[in-house]
Antibody
Framework: QVQLVQSGVEVKKPGASVKVSCKAS????????MHWVRQAPGQRLEWMGW????????QYSQKFQGRVTITRDTSASTIYMDLNSLRSEDTAVYYC????????WGRGTLVTVSS | EIVLTQSPGTLSLSPGERATLSCRAS???????LAWYQQKPGQAPRLLIY???SRAPGIPDRFSGSGSGTDFTLTISRLEPEDFAVYYCQHYGNSLPMYTFGQGTKLEIK
């Protein structure tokens, strides 16, 4: 079954870091670009960055440059999104998606940042 | 950075009616790299249309996309109860500095 399975809910304090995982199955992992998109409560979708699942090269939104790191483990068909220096405005649902237009989405991971 | 502006913000219609949603880009979108997504509460978005007018697999033919350059339209020919949701447009490509979304159009039951 073609799917992206994300890790579970996270609750973090301001200043902490979070690492969200996204495991792909049912297709050839290395041939696709993989993106992270987030959505704060009641807000629009916001692109964070992408990784070439095969080569490992990355590109990040300027908004998150320096705070976000996207990596992948090809042996596990999994990508990761690491976001540091968390603040309350980072409270959102974080989605992993596949491709240039996003034909496959994970279910999302809720990250709550609160003291 | 290309800015996408969707209109209207909210569209109130009845089942069976035709819906027309607009997405305008601040500059020309190369190669019609424009997608449309549907999002229901508590769910991930679902791809409807890519390359401005190509329907994604499994999407009913009542959904259609059109446009080029800076002006794009998503049309739902006859609304079904399950079509009431939020719709986003997105510009994409393999060499862009940013992948932007519009602010969304909420399609609600009148």
């Amino acid at each position: 079954q073609v799917q992206l399975v994300q890790s579970g809910v996270e609750v973090k304090k301001p200043g902490a870091s979070v690492k969200v995982s996204c495991k792909a199955s049912g297709y050839t992992f290395s041939v696709y670009a993989m993106h992270w998109v987030r959505q704060a409560p009641g807000q629009r979708l916001e692109w964070m960055g992408w990784i070439n699942a095969g080569k490992g090269n990355t590109q990040y939104s300027q908004k998150f440059q320096g705070r976000v790191t996207i990596t992948r483990d090809t042996s596990a068909s999994t990508i990761y999104m690491d976001l540091n220096s968390l603040r309350s405005e980072d409270t959102a649902v974080y989605y992993c998606t596949r491709g240039w237009f996003y034909d496959l989405w994970g279910r999302g991971t809720l990250v709550t940042v609160s003291s | 950075e290309i800015v996408l502006t969707q209109s209207p913000g909210t569209l109130s219609l009845s089942p069976g009616e035709r819906a027309t949603l607009s997405c305008r880009a601040s500059q020309s979108v190369g190669s019609s790299s424009l997608a449309w997504y549907q999002q229901k509460p508590g769910q991930a978005p679902r791809l409807l249309i890519y390359d401005a007018s190509s329907r994604a697999p499994g999407i009913p033919d009542r959904f259609s996309g059109s446009g080029s350059g800076t002006d794009f339209t998503l049309t739902i020919s006859r609304l079904e109860p399950e079509d009431f949701a939020v719709y986003y447009c997105q510009h994409y490509g393999n060499s862009l500095p940013m992948y932007t979304f519009g602010q969304g159009t909420k399609l609600e039951i009148k």
